[in-house]
């Protein structure tokens, strides 16, 4: 018999067993592995970390943007209400314009690549020296195709995105009104009746075909008369508003032709308002040849509806860059969508936003000198080629780096179109843009490109401290405007602190800010121009 001793001693061996094998098993058990610290991203080409890229990125666009007070925004709508004063005289004294005319605001001059136009024609401006801010304005010269169905242009004898425009499309009434800047292949330029204010007959008779609709397909209304005649009437309505100055009332500083465009630099205040104007045709509707665009899927799909993304287009005066007797510039028009961009830019991620933001602020260097046909729209037309082709959720990643990624990813697509000189236009990808550029200047591009790819953080931090010294040029001028007692133009003694500018002050901020990057439209009366009426996209003011 085993003794009660002796069980309680082997029940005690046989839990020290236990206990030792729970020990060992402990001892060998995989632990839990500590947390690992993130390893911080890099680029693979630079070796700059995508956490520095980012935060650069984010304080150039803050920079840029700038403080939108209610001083700036006073001076801005003074600017603003002078231009429209001024289209609204040149309506009143030369009657060719539209009466109920509708103009598109862009924010950014045409330097910027707000608009697909040549760019050794854009002139040179820097900001902080030349200007503060930066608009561009099309102001359509002719308004046509109101009906509901696909416009058909005369594109036979233009490259693609590129017509001619036939006075078939044109009334009666209207060629009488634009006889001097019509064209025809037998007789070259249509002459003005000596008595330039008869509005029938005179004008029509001169042109003998014009009551033959059939016999106009050799007739064309011609972008270079159209932007001689702008340039003219622009210039003579400004010296007459200088002739006759008013308190409160912006001063032209500086009125310049770059090409197709007349650009006015305006002092407002303590703010120097640069507008990049261009008289355009403008079409309801949608390009026939644009009509497979329509059939594809888009980033924006759902985002916005159609009507909203086709509600018109413009025809530019820019012809195509092709050297040689293949360029018409007395006869070709370019398409243009910037109706439809500025509905799409809507839809852009922030991240990507500001990539875009950060690549034109170090390109807009890079390219300045010499320019070698390649510009700023280039890059934003690979923006809505990127948006559609990346998923939704890489372009909006919360994570910090996304940015620099998204930089990074649009400098090596620039760099691939220049190479291979392919750069398909996002409307019309029939439309190659870098099909004119030569095999020198595409290799200069590309060495460019090289150079900024091997260090952006560098090229970055110069656009950082240019942006950095435009902002305290700005905040200098504004100093010594307020020290040595100027009142600004927007604001004189008898008008600061008035409840009315107050109210106006909060209204423009609020629009501002509610509304940035949106198409703006004015509709003036030529008869009271003090009183335009503003359209941001589909809300009216």
């Known amino acids: 018999m085993i003794s009660e001793r002796g069980i309680r001693h082997r029940a005690s061996s046989q839990r020290t067993r236990v206990l030792l094998m729970e020990t060992l098993m402990s001892a060998v058990a995989a632990r839990p592995a500590a947390p690992v610290k993130r390893i911080a991203e890099v680029d693979f080409r630079s070796g700059t970390s995508l956490e520095q890229l980012a935060a650069q990125v984010q304080e150039l666009v803050q920079l840029e943007q700038g403080e939108f007070g209610d001083q700036t925004a006073l001076e801005v709508h003074t600017a603003k209400d002078f231009i429209f004063n001024m289209l609204g005289l040149v309506q009143k004294v030369d009657k060719r314009l539209p009466v109920a005319n509708e103009y598109l605001l862009l924010s950014g001059g045409a330097r910027e690549g707000v608009l697909d ?26 308004k046509l195709h109101d009906r509901n169905q696909p416009v058909t242009l005369d594109m036979r004898q233009s490259p693609p995105c590129h017509s001619w425009l036939s006075l078939r499309l044109c009334d009666p009434a209207m060629l009488a009104r634009w006889g001097i800047c019509c064209e025809d292949e037998a007789n070259g330029q249509r002459e003005e009746d000596e008595d330039g204010e008869e509005e029938g007959g005179s004008i029509l008779g001169s042109i003998p075909s014009l009551q033959s609709p059939q016999s106009l397909d050799g007739c064309y209304f011609s972008p270079l008369l159209v932007t001689d005649w702008f340039w003219n009437v622009v210039g003579t309505a400004v010296e007459e508003l200088r002739r006759n100055p008013q308190r409160g009332i912006p001063v032209p500083d500086r009125i310049e032709r770059n090409g197709p465009l007349t650009t006015l630099i305006l002092k407002a205040g303590t703010s120097r308002v640069l507008y990049d104007l261009l008289p355009v045709v403008s079409f309801r509707g949608w390009p026939a040849v644009a009509q497979s665009w329509l059939t594809t899927n888009h980033f924006w799909d759902g985002k916005i509806t159609e009507e909203e993304a086709i509600s018109g287009f413009y025809l530019l005066p820019c012809c195509s860059p092709a050297a040689g007797s293949a360029s018409r510039p007395d006869r070709e028009w370019r398409l243009a969508f910037s109706r439809s961009e500025v509905q799409l830019k809507k ?117 950082l401290e240019q942006a950095r010294q435009a902002c305290q040029l700005k905040r200098e001028a504004a100093g010594a405007s307020n020290g040595h007692g100027v009142s600004s133009p927007s604001r004189g003694p008898s008008a600061a602190g008035s409840p009315q500018d107050d109210r106006l002050a909060q209204r423009l901020q609020q629009l501002v800010t509610e509304n940035p990057g949106k198409s703006i439209s004015v509709f003036l009366n030529p008869d009271d121009v003090t009183r335009p009426h503003f359209r941001i996209d589909d809300k009216f003011y």
Do not use: I
Request: aromatic letters at 8%; proline letters at 8%.
């Open 117 to 142: 136009l040549n760019p050794e024609d854009l002139g040179d401006y820097a900001r902080g020296v030349d200007f503060d801010l930066d608009f561009t304005l099309l102001v359509p010269a002719l």
């Open 347 to 463: 839809c852009v991620p922030y991240p990507m936003a500001a990539a875009f933001q950060a690549a034109k602020a170090v390109l807009s260097r890079l390219l300045a000198r010499p320019r070698t046909g390649l510009s700023l729209y280039h890059l934003r037309t690979l923006l809505f080629w990127a948006c559609d082709r990346l998923p939704v959720a890489y372009l909006s990643c919360p994570e910090q780096e996304t940015p620099a990624r998204l930089l990074l990813g649009l400098l090596d697509d620039l760099a691939h179109c220049v190479l291979g000189k392919n750069c398909p236009n996002y409307f019309l990808p029939q439309y190659n843009m870098l099909e004119h550029l030569t095999d020198g200047a595409a290799l200069l591009v590309a060495r460019k490109l090289a150079h900024l790819r091997s260090d952006p953080a560098e090229h970055l931090r110069a656009a």
